[in-house]
Each structure stands twice: as structure tokens, then as C-alpha cells.
């Protein structure tokens, strides 16, 4: 499992942005700017190509500073998340019980499709149902992965079906190890299955898939003050109304492959129910 001790980097540094500084924000201004960590459902690179324009238009609207920070993989990010070393983020790994003591706050959501946990072969696999998984390797992108992961994962221990566990870091790397024929499996958010197929070219077929979840959230640490908070919410909600903000939205859409007209809402965290009883009900090594 990677740990926040291990290689990681900020993207900021490598692939990110500094976007100027409106006077009236003190407390960005303080800082040297807000920390932004969204998880990584891709490589590192493609994951900063894709939220680098939109937290660069979020920060001019809205007059606070922002700058991207991800890990090498998602576990490295998430680690970030829990340390308290950023103070904004796209993510669903704030659900247990422990983690909402943190006190992050979900303001908004990205609004597409519902999405579900998956476990997907290659469309010519001779493999047609999970039992014939055992004893196979399967990957999945890290062991904070909620829907690619924790909740795919869950299923086959619900069904005493005991794989060969392979993390890949994001889910790039999982699909890479599928195509090669490293593992005979994947678990996998749909989403992200549906962007992978269109970008590739290569057909899976789903063996499993869990009820339909909402996208992930945006969310705040406790330490961003109310005006900030705001600004930024607001500027979020408001790309889609904005010709400029239109643009960014579909062109990082076009790059991962999302469907025409992804954006977001306000939200106040109450769509995410089945996030919260997964932890109830799941078995203890996934919670």
C-alpha cells in the first residue's frame, strides 16, 4: 500500500499553474494559495491536463488563488487529503465514519451519469462469471479506491471468491495491465470504463456491476473560511453559464472522454447515502 512517506510529488510543481492573486482574498494570500487535490482516475499527467484549465478558470472568477497538488497514484493523494495538507478536493475516500469527523464539506458535485462499481473482462475472455475469477489476477487502482476498488472488492468477498490482488496505481495503469493480458480482470468505476473503451478502441464485457452512485464531490476542509468558500463554489457552479467556462468544461470533457455537457452543481452532500452505508454493511478488510 503506498503511504504519504513514499514517492509522491506535487503537481503544481511539475505539470501545474500559478494563476495571480486578487488583493481581497487575505487567507489564500497568507497561504501562498489554496491547495486543490482531485483524485487520480488517471495517470498523474492526464489527471493534471484535465483539471489544470478548469482550476485555472475557477481561481480567476472567483479571485482565489488554487493550485493543483496530486500524488503519483491515488492512495498518495488521498494521503494528502487525510494529512490535512490541502484544503480543497475532488474525491469520495471522506465517507467512513472516522474520515466525515475530519469535518471536510461537500459544496458541490460533477454532474453526469450515475456511475457504478464494476468488475470487466475483454470482450473475447473466455471467463463469464465471477466464480470463474478465483485464484485469478485481477487488478484495481489502489486500495483507496472506493467504486473501483472497496466496493468491487467487497463483492467478490461477499461471494468467497479469493483473487490474485494487483494495484496499479490509478486506472490508466489497470486497463494497461488488462490489455496486456497481466491480469484477467479489472475493477473499475463505469465511467471510467466507458471513457477507456472510447479512447482505446478495446471492448470489455462487464461481469458485475453494483446500483448506480453519484459522481464524485468537491469538497472543503474545515480551515477555508466562508467568503473563500463561497467564491470558489460559486465559480464552479457558474462555468457552465459562462461562454469561457462552457469551453473549458467540453474540452476537458473531449480529453477523458466524459459525456458532451458534464459540469457542476451545488451540493450539500445528502446525494451520497449509498457512499455512507457502504461502511455500515461492508466487510471490515474494505472499510
Known sequence: MNTLSRRHF?????????VPLLPRIARAQDSGGY??????????????????PIIAYVATTSGVKLQLKIGRTSADTTAF????????????????PQREQMGWKIFGRRRTP????QIVVLADSPIRK???????????????ALVAYRIAYAQLLNRSIAVQVAFSGNMDAVFAQL???????????????????????????????????????????RKVPERDLLAVSRAFVQMSRDPKGQSVLAN???LVKLPAGTDFVVSDGSEYGAYRSFYKTAPASVR
Open 10 to 18: 506535487a503537481a503544481a510543481s511539475l505539470l501545474g499553474l500559478t
Open 130 to 144: 465471477l466464480e470463474e475469477l478465483s485464484d485469478q489476477a485481477v487488478a484495481f487502482s489502489g486500495p483507496e
Open 81 to 96: 487529503v487525510i494529512a490535512n495538507e490541502v484544503e480543497f478536493a475532488f474525491t469520495n475516500q471522506l465517507f467512513s
Open 252 to 254: 476537458a470533457a473531449d
Open 179 to 221: 490489455a496486456g493480458g497481466k491480469v484477467r480482470a479489472v475493477g473499475t468505476n463505469s465511467q471510467l470504463t466507458d471513457g477507456w473503451v472510447q479512447r482505446k478502441g478495446t471492448r470489455v464485457r462487464v461481469l458485475w456491476q453494483s446500483e448506480p452512485l453519484y459522481d464524485l464531490p468537491l469538497m472543503a476542509s
Open 35 to 52: 491547495r486543490f487535490s482531485p483524485q487520480n482516475q488517471h495517470s498523474a499527467r492526464m489527471t493534471a491536463r484535465y483539471w489544470n
Open 114 to 117: 450515475p456511475i457504478h462499481s
